[in-house]
């Protein structure tokens, strides 16, 4: 029993051998520097062009609102549409956004108004990619290989935060606003290619035994009946409430108290994600299966002691000398 055990648990830690895990994983790489790039410049210019930290914050809204309206209606629709065809839509119409925003910020006309429907898509894509690409990765690995594929995207994640806020201010800073969203229709391109190259398929349900609301209830109601689901999502929202706010402030925070410009906001920015990046690590190659509830609640308790450490912090040491 004892050498089951640890084969299970060696088959858990294993990384993925399928090429459509590392395709997968490489498309959420690309999706996520780019959110992270775009967050970063969005703020930035939001905040030099009106100085209003409340606009800068609902940007950040109006990217996180589509995954609260659609998330649940998404999951329930994954399995009745070709995922491979669904994963492909969503670069294609970003990178076609990406270069209608670089070229009105090139122009010079680039305005507020552009950037909140630029957030707004951008939240729809993401609430897709919660759903379509991750369950996709699901089908790929398999049970025994999931807790270290969504690791690895986690991972993925918390690189593309060191990463893209720094690209996106260095960009920025250098040649201007047009600058990241060209890099941003890059990298799109990207994706776009690896999706192509995909080769799973997923049965399409043409006849599905339950109406889309039906599958959102019966979820609701395994969430409702399991204690370890109802504690996930509980957990869940509490971080994000109270963490989103606190990273769309950064570039505000770094104007107004460190006086830094656009690429020492982005360095500051991604310094979250050099920690979140060092856990990510540890988390796949120390930590047992059996202790990732307690990693994942402790984890969220240290982030928001942390967050209430730096705002009664009033004169921090490493404040950027005028």
């Known amino acids: 029993m004892t050498e089951i055990t640890a084969e299970r648990s060696d088959a858990r830690r294993r990384l993925p051998g399928a090429a459509d895990f590392w395709r997968l994983w490489l498309i959420g790489l690309i999706v996520f520097t780019v959110r992270w790039i775009e967050m970063l410049v969005f703020a930035v210019f939001a905040y030099q062009v009106t100085g209003s930290a409340f606009i800068v914050t609902m940007l950040t809204m109006l990217r996180m609102l589509p995954l609260a309206l659609f998330g649940a209606f998404m999951g329930a629709v994954a399995d009745r549409f070709d995922r491979r065809r669904a994963l492909l839509v969503m670069p294609v119409i970003l990178f076609a956004i990406s270069i209608a925003a670089m070229m009105l910020a090139g122009a010079g006309r680039l305005e507020i108004w552009h950037l909140a429907v630029l957030a707004f898509v951008n939240g729809v894509a993401w609430a897709s990619d919660n759903t379509i690409r991750r369950v996709m990765i699901g089908d790929v690995v398999g049970g025994e290989g999931m807790a270290t594929a969504m690791a690895l995207d986690t991972g993925a994640n918390n690189a593309s935060r060191m990463l893209g806020p720094a690209l996106g201010g260095a960009l920025f800073a250098a040649w201007g606003a047009a600058a ?20 799973h398929r997923n049965h399409v349900a043409v006849k599905p035994a339950l109406s889309m609301f039906g599958l959102i209830t019966e ?16 957990v869940t929202a509490i971080f994000n409430i109270f963490n989103w706010p606190f990273l769309s402030l950064i570039p505000v925070v770094g104007k107004d108290t460190f006086n830094l410009e656009p690429q020492g906001i982005g360095v500051l920015s991604s310094m979250g994600g050099v920690g979140a990046m060092l856990g990510a690590m540890a988390l796949v190659l120390v930590a047992q299966p059996a202790r990732y509830p307690a990693i994942f609640v402790g984890g969220v308790i240290l982030f928001q002691a942390m967050q209430i450490a730096f705002a009664l912090t009033r004169n921090p040491g490493w404040r950027a000398c005028s």
Do not use: E, N, Q, T
């Open 219 to 234: 979820g609701l109601r395994a969430v409702r009946h399991s204690r370890k689901l109802s504690g996930i999502f509980a």
């Open 180 to 199: 990241p969203f060209a890099a941003s229709a890059g990298l799109y391109a990207v994706a776009i290619g690896l999706a192509i190259g995909l080769h």
